[in-house]
């Protein structure tokens, strides 16, 4: 793993910029960086419509279905550690820039797998894109966990998040319009088989929106090549690595709230992804909402825009309450609610799956700064686990599993289970030692 972002916790003495940070001389960075959180969560999202699009046009049951997103996770696992290792070598501007790069390649694979009809193509292409987007999650995160004080850290994440869980929110209508609204999957009826030709023209919608992805990107990594991103460290710029004695015997694995962080951000994915992917394939269902796939898509909306004001909310709670104690109760909020759109039936159980995304807001943010709390020169290689554990997005092709083998609704079940770890974790598992030091400070 790449070294600390920063000498953080150190007792050096405060350096000209780490002042100008503490005064707010990083926000500039911040509302460029916004701008990056609010592009990876609009590509991720447009698959939430891509998915039932592609089970119309590959013919595919729910297993498969979500296995395409596993292929979209997985990337997260494979490319962590050589994304660390990048920024090390290159610098954070310029591996913010190559990410965005790579994610413009993966969006142009995508008008290819169009024109050809590939599923093999698609897996790719989408690989592609998430392997750019783990890029930018390892480096943008942690900069925005350290590059201002140490006990803002959960609340500045969650407010940048906010503008990721913009691009969410706006992503299903883009997708609905020029995807499901422009094909024949999208306006049919639930189970209607295509033919042929309807499932080559549906196929290649999908280019238009792909290329217009492509040139927003080339132009965002244009931007950020040409800005200037303010160091955190006071020598060495932001990727310097922590002096050898500095290290010595230091471990990730004496921080609990690490440790246990892995797999909270783990589960938290499976949760998180088995809502979204699943979610217009369940509110479509005569029992539940008795739509189409357009129309569904525009329900997804809420459930994002849910996530974007539960960000908002929770940066503000966060700033008069312990960050632990807001996500303890998310959790249970959030297992409540998946308990009745398990069980429940009718709009009643479309607006408890909705509700969820309030929940979820503040999840991953939250768990992210307080697992890399303490680590001090360890905080970047614990942030690189930490994006590692995206990868339990991948495992969302076992509730794909459930939902054939026992039902959709009753899949839910997981999502619920998944809620309690998160719980356990802002009861018990975040804590760290008397003696531990904030990242950042």
């Known amino acids: 793993m790449a070294g600390p972002i920063a000498t953080a916790g150190t007792a050096a003495p405060r350096t000209g910029a780490e002042a100008a940070r503490d005064r707010g001389g990083y926000r500039p960075a911040l509302s460029l960086l916004a701008s990056l959180f609010f592009m990876w969560g609009f590509i991720t999202v447009i698959n939430n419509t891509l998915l039932p699009h592609l089970r119309s046009v590959f013919d595919l049951d729910y297993t498969q279905t979500t ?36 994610m413009a390649l993966g969006t142009l694979g995508m008008i290819l797998a169009a024109h050809r009809v590939s599923y093999a193509i698609t897996l790719t292409a989408l690989f592609v894109i998430a392997s750019g987007i783990t890029l930018l999650q390892v480096a943008a995160n942690p900069y925005v966990a350290v590059v201002g004080p140490a006990e803002s850290a959960p609340a500045r994440l969650n407010l940048v998040q906010a503008f990721n869980s913009l691009g969410t929110t706006l992503a299903p209508l883009f997708g609905g319009y020029l995807i499901l609204g422009r094909s024949a999957s999208g306006n049919a009826a639930a189970g209607a088989t295509l033919t042929p030709a309807e499932r080559l023209a549906d196929a290649q919608s999908v280019q238009l929106p792909y290329l217009i992805v492509a040139v927003v990107l080339v132009v965002l990594a244009a931007v950020i090549a040409r800005f200037p991103l303010p160091a955190i460290s006071g020598s060495g710029g932001i990727t310097a690595r922590a ?78 309450r312990p960050a632990e104690t807001v996500l303890a109760g998310a959790a249970i909020g959030a297992c409540a609610v998946m308990l009745v759109a398990t069980f429940a039936t009718g709009h009643l159980a479309l607006w408890a799956l909705i509700s969820v995304g309030l929940f979820h807001a503040i999840m991953f943010p939250t768990i992210f700064t307080l697992g890399i709390r303490g680590l001090g020169p360890l905080t970047e290689e614990g942030a690189g686990l930490l994006i590692m554990a995206i990868a339990g997005g991948s495992l969302v092709v076992v509730q794909g599993w459930a939902a054939d083998r026992y039902g959709l609704q009753h899949s839910f079940l997981i999502t619920a289970a998944c809620e309690l770890y998160v719980l356990f974790y802002a009861l018990w598992g975040c804590r760290t030692g008397a003696a531990a030091r904030p990242a950042g400070a």
């Open 67 to 102: 296995l395409i997103e596993s292929v979209w996770f997985i990337a997260y696992f494979v490319a962590s550690i050589p994304a660390a290792k990048l920024i090390e070598r290159v610098g954070y501007q310029r591996a913010l820039v190559t990410g965005l790069g790579i």
């Open 243 to 320: 002096a050898r004695a500095e290290r010595a015997g230091l471990s990730l694995w004496r921080h609990r709230n690490l440790v246990l962080g892995v797999p909270a951000i783990f589960i938290y994915l499976i949760a998180e992804i088995g809502v979204s992917n699943l979610f217009i394939n369940f509110v479509s269902q005569p029992k539940i909402g008795d739509l189409t796939h357009a129309q569904a898509s525009r329900y997804l909306f809420l459930l994002w825009g849910g996530m974007m004001v539960g960000r908002f909310v929770g940066s503000y709670l966060m700033q008069r």
